[in-house]
């Protein structure tokens, strides 16, 4: 059996590193999220729909791999949660102001109207875990924009084997 060209090597790398990077971050998201009690705020889900995007578009990538604008659009995803996710680290670390919204999580019952009013208010600017003085936003830019910079340059390489 032969090898695969380079340039399609370097695709095929591409397309599944698109699907793994958003694959990974929304697995560790929900892993915070139901086992640790890390309940997402506002921003958080901005990240998590970027990635939401991205591992769609990844997954559809690999099903008709001679679509590549759709590992384009998919790596661009992920740049796009990542930013979201530095700009969420700058609100948490005080850099800039954020937005007021914040968020809860309803758990309805007996009682909505309790339920309603005894849900924790989860507020964008505080981090809520942390490793080495870096939040989960923080970890979401250091992983997904190095990641989706890989993508675009393994996309370039395989373009260019063809030339």
């Known amino acids: 059996m032969s090898a695969l060209p380079a340039g399609a090597a370097a695709e095929r790398a591409a397309q599944a590193l698109a699907f793994a990077v958003p694959a990974a971050l929304l697995g560790g998201a929900y892993v915070g999220q139901w ?12 990240q998590r729909y970027a990635h939401f995007a991205a591992l769609a578009l ?12 759709l590992t384009w659009l998919a790596a661009l995803a ?19 102001q954020g937005f007021t919204a914040c968020t809860s999580e309803i758990k309805l019952g007996d009682d909505p109207l309790a339920a309603i009013m005894n849900a924790p ?14 939040s989960l ?20 390489r395989g373009e260019g084997a063809r030339t």
């Not at 086992?35 to 901005?46: Q, S, T, Y």
């Not at 992920?78 to 800039?96: C, D, K, P, Q, T």
């Open 35 to 46: 086992f640790f009690h890390l309940i997402p705020c506002e921003m958080c889900w901005w």
């Open 58 to 69: 990844a997954a559809l990538g690999l099903l008709r791999p001679s679509l590549k604008v």
């Open 78 to 96: 992920i740049l796009i949660g990542g930013m979201l996710g530095a700009y969420h680290a700058g609100v948490e670390y005080g850099w800039w």
């Open 121 to 134: 208010m989860i507020r964008c600017d505080s981090v809520q875990w942390s490793l080495l003085g870096i």
């Open 137 to 156: 936003a923080g970890f979401n830019f250091l992983i997904s924009v190095p990641a989706a910079l890989l993508v675009f340059a393994l996309l370039r």
